[in-house]
């Protein structure tokens, strides 16, 4: 089976930014599309996004150098090769030569390699989570993972500086994926009602599409977290999780991080956090600290044995900075963004080489999402036992959810994964 044509094409991801598609067809007629996402926060060490910084079209964030990239450098290289994966991935690479893949740009690398993922699973005949099972020599697909919803977004408004960026509910103990989303989406209501009570008006959503924070303190936002999920009649299958994206409040000179409107150290942070711990139940803490501050990760592991200590900006799914992880006991476990790293062979290394060490790999989207996000094949294919799915609102997210409950109602006998060994909680 070769592949015939590979096209690309500036569209728009679901905050209105561009991002770059491609559409691979082969002789056989088998056609597959990928398009690569990005956050709003991005780790330092991730793969280069290529975009043109022309500022009279949308305001630098276009494109059309990367489309170029597919279309001058990818294309040439892929038509009339043989469909597969692993090595057109390592073709694009190799075709790339930089470290941080910032020739091409890992957005022409990464939708690319999505495509051709897609292409090779409609060439199978099989779902793409199917596909990727079938792949990574993992059993069939029987479980869809517990979904974690991003509530309320810490920031920046106004006088109110929130330094943790995300207060998430994980329905772990529900019965099936459809009671998990049921329950959550209800929460997410009662949160509404609960803090127009407790600010005077309709709270404010944030860019993350969860609803901004109304204080500071980290502690108050999950006691009334705790309160929406108590009124909702939610608590006896509700824990909680944070993502704290440290590297966004992080002072690199002083070596300090913000914490209840002062300067406080990686110790004091960590500290903090292990007492949240002990009065709420915590599945995982996310980015607690900067993305270079590997002693304090170790710390972090070391001091917080109730919750799980997940690396994102951390770990950017690199296997080299997961290897380095391994060796400071760093983590318990990394968030898994095929585009952090550009290609989803790379990803999938990554996947392997933390599993085989007893981590856990949590695939999440990012904020400037799609429809039909390869991550939930991923998801999916992989088993994972919970992922990200960001708050119950706009359409892209609702997709994920809508993915899950289709996967749990067309795969017989299928369930939702059973977390309760790994919560510490």
């Not at 006088?159 to 772990?172: G, H, I, K, R, S």
């Not at 009602?193 to 609803?211: D, F, M, R």
Request: include cysteine; glycine fraction near 8%.
């Amino acid at each position: 089976m070769k592949i015939t044509s590979v096209i690309a094409r500036q569209l728009l991801d679901t905050k209105t930014r561009p991002l770059v598609e491609v559409e691979i067809r082969t002789d056989t007629g088998h056609v597959g599309l990928g398009a690569a996402p990005t956050g709003s926060s991005v780790g330092v060490h991730e793969a280069f996004v290529l975009r043109d910084g022309n500022p009279a079209e949308y305001d630098g964030l276009s494109v059309h150098h990367a489309v170029a990239s597919v279309t001058d450098h990818i294309a040439p290289a892929l038509v009339g090769a043989e469909l597969d994966l692993r090595v057109l991935d390592q073709k694009m690479i190799d075709l790339d030569g930089t470290s941080d893949k910032s020739k091409l740009g890992s957005n022409a690398i990464y939708s690319t390699s999505i495509a051709l993922l897609r292409a090779s699973a409609a060439a199978a005949g099989v779902p793409t989570y199917t596909y990727v099972a079938d792949l990574m020599g993992l059993p069939p697909v029987s479980t869809v993972p517990v979904p974690s919803f991003n509530m309320i977004n810490g920031g920046r408004y106004g006088d109110l500086t929130q330094p943790f960026n995300e207060f998430l509910v994980m329905p772990y103990k529900a019965e099936s994926i459809e009671q998990a989303v049921e329950k959550s989406v209800k929460v997410f209501k009662v949160l509404d009602q609960l803090l127009t009570e407790k600010i005077g008006h309709k709270p404010q959503v944030a860019s993350s599409y969860g609803y901004a924070a109304p204080s500071a303190d980290p502690r108050e936002v999950l006691q009334i977290l705790a309160e929406a999920v108590d009124r909702a009649g939610c608590s006896d299958i509700m824990a909680f999780a944070l993502d704290c994206a440290s590297s966004e409040m992080y002072d690199k000179t002083a070596h300090t991080y913000e914490l209840n409107g002062r300067r406080v150290s990686s110790a004091e942070l960590i500290d903090y956090t292990r007492q949240l711990s002990e009065e709420f139940p915590l599945v995982f803490v996310e980015d607690l600290l900067d993305e270079d501050d590997w002693d304090g990760y170790t710390q972090a592991v070391a001091e917080i044995p109730k919750t799980i200590i997940l690396g994102d900006d951390l770990i950017v799914t690199n296997r080299e900075r997961l290897e380095r992880a391994v060796e400071l006991s760093a983590v318990d476990g990394f968030i898994l963004k095929p585009n952090q790293v550009g290609t989803i062979s790379e990803a999938l290394d990554c996947y392997s080489y933390g599993q085989d060490r007893g981590l856990l790999a949590i695939p999440s989207g990012r904020s400037g999402g799609v429809i039909d996000d390869v991550v939930m094949d991923l998801s999916v294919g992989l088993g994972v036992p919970f992922q990200k799915n960001g708050a119950p609102r706009s359409g892209e997210r609702i997709e994920k959810l809508n993915f899950l409950l289709r996967v749990a109602d067309s795969v017989p006998h299928c369930s939702m994964a059973d977390v309760s060994a790994l919560v510490k909680a």
